[in-house]
């Protein structure tokens, strides 16, 4: 019961911070320099394009790159909870690795999408409430998976070693 419960819960989250990471991206994607227009993001893409020695084209095409980036980890966070339902129901079985593959690089991208706006209190809170989702959802799927998941991939690191 509680096991199940975790699942879901772990899964809501996880449909939450898609819905988030698509959002974003559809708003970057609707307005017409993307996202260099907007205050310190639009600084550090400009800056990061500097590196690159972009030329000014090139800014706004990595702006575009950038925004696509957002949609396309809001839907794979979306396809593993749809994935994950379809297991579930089709063959009763309950694998959650794309679930933590995609927590991984969304907690990762959301440390890299904060870089920018981290001098601000704001920017602080919100890459800290969404690596907070993601650690919780994360240890919600551990706990759904049991302990013989662990111990089994325990044994099998313990084989790959020798």
Do not use: N
Request: net charge positive; hydrophobic share 60%.
């Amino acid at each position: 019961m509680l096991r199940g419960l975790a699942r879901f819960t772990a899964y809501a989250i996880a449909l939450l911070m898609s819905a988030v990471w698509l959002t974003s991206a559809l708003a970057s994607l609707k307005q017409p320099l993307f996202d260099v227009g907007r205050a310190h993001v639009g600084d550090a893409i400009i800056a990061f394009a500097d590196m690159l020695a972009l030329p000014p084209d090139g800014v706004l095409r990595l702006a575009h790159m950038l925004a696509g980036l957002k949609l396309l980890l809001g839907a794979y966070l979306l396809t593993a909870i749809v994935v994950a339902a379809y297991e579930r129901v089709r063959w009763r079985t309950s694998g959650d690795e794309m679930l933590g593959l995609a927590l991984y690089v969304s907690a990762v991208a959301s440390i890299v999408a904060a870089s920018p706006v981290m001098q601000t209190t704001v920017g602080l809170q919100g890459c800290v409430g969404e690596l907070m989702l993601c650690a919780i959802a994360s240890g919600l799927a551990a706990f759904a998976r049991g302990p013989q998941a662990a111990m089994r991939a325990r044994g099998r690191a313990a084989l790959s070693a020798i």
